[in-house]
């Protein structure tokens, strides 16, 4: 589901900043940018959002800033002069042909020192942005939850749609059953005198039995009718725990016994009632993906 939080807070004259967006996605996938001085805290930070939005494609972002210097990366004086020294040594160096960039020579190897107390920042670093993708987050699930309801109402009109056309086919089912076994009696014992074939009456049953256990639906219907009553118990939970993935499971499976109804029974209420079915269990589907 979509979602977007933002924190941020100055402390000491160091200011962070963190901002969390969330889009629909089947599974968790987080792309995380950090300043590079944070880089150390990417895989506990991926951890964090991972436990706070268990499903879609999460973007964050932080920005420090730290006006104070007092964490500022040391110039190696050492290392600088003798960068320089080697410099002047090239003939269009020294003769002042060619100038030198001390931006550039900032970049060399060994120039720029990490600050002596580098773990103490980074310590505070931790629990500062530890905070505020916590705050971030919180602001997502607001969010989302908001968006949640919306869902929540579509999917029930769903469910009230699939909920009636099922008891339509099952008050009909029946009927439907006893016209084909009493068709396909007519057609038998046509058959046999047309044939001329002496048969025995329990021949005929079998045969009748047979091809309409083939066509019977009464299992699907039970199962489908099952699928719907665990469907509005997750629709229904109080738990915390997340029913999207269950849902996307759900609704293939129901998708399957509305398939297995409509190749089996071949009415021409019950096939129209089966598309209106299976048309709503398809809207179900695409909700779902925007399910935590």
Request: proline share 3%.
């Amino acid at each position: 589901m979509t979602g977007f939080g933002e924190a941020s807070i100055e402390v000491g004259g160091a200011h962070y900043f963190v901002e969390v967006r969330s889009l629909n996605s089947k599974y968790f996938k987080a792309v995380i940018r950090l300043p590079e001085e944070f880089q150390l805290l990417e895989a506990e930070i991926e951890t964090q959002l991972r436990h706070r939005l268990q499903r879609g494609s999460v973007f964050m972002t932080a920005n420090y800033s730290d006006v104070t210097g007092e964490f500022a990366y040391q110039v190696n004086d050492k290392a600088l002069s003798h960068y320089i020294d080697q410099l002047m040594k090239v003939p269009q160096v020294g003769t002042g042909k060619v100038s030198i960039d001390l931006g550039a020579l900032l970049t060399l190897p060994g120039v720029l020192q990490p600050p002596s107390d580098e773990e103490q920042r980074i310590a505070h670093a931790r629990t500062t942005m530890h905070d505020l993708v916590e705050t971030a987050c919180n602001k997502v699930v607001e969010m989302r939850e908001r968006e949640g309801q919306y869902v929540l109402t579509d999917l029930r009109l769903h469910r009230d749609v699939i909920t009636d056309r099922l008891r339509h086919i099952t008050g009909r089912a029946p009927n439907v059953m006893g016209e084909f076994e009493k068709r396909l009696k007519g057609r038998i014992q046509q058959m046999i005198k047309d044939l001329g074939l002496a048969v025995e009456p329990v021949d005929i049953v079998r045969e009748i039995a047979i091809a309409a256990e083939r066509a019977d639906i009464s299992e699907e219907i039970a199962r489908l009718s099952g699928h719907m009553i665990q469907f509005e118990q997750l629709l229904a939970g109080t738990e915390s725990k997340p029913v999207g993935r269950t849902l996307d499971f759900l609704t293939q499976e129901m998708l399957r016994e509305a398939n297995t109804i409509a190749s089996k029974c071949g009415d021409a209420e019950i096939s129209r009632w089966t598309v209106e079915i299976k048309g709503a269990i398809d809207r179900i589907k695409e909700q779902v993906q925007n399910v935590e």
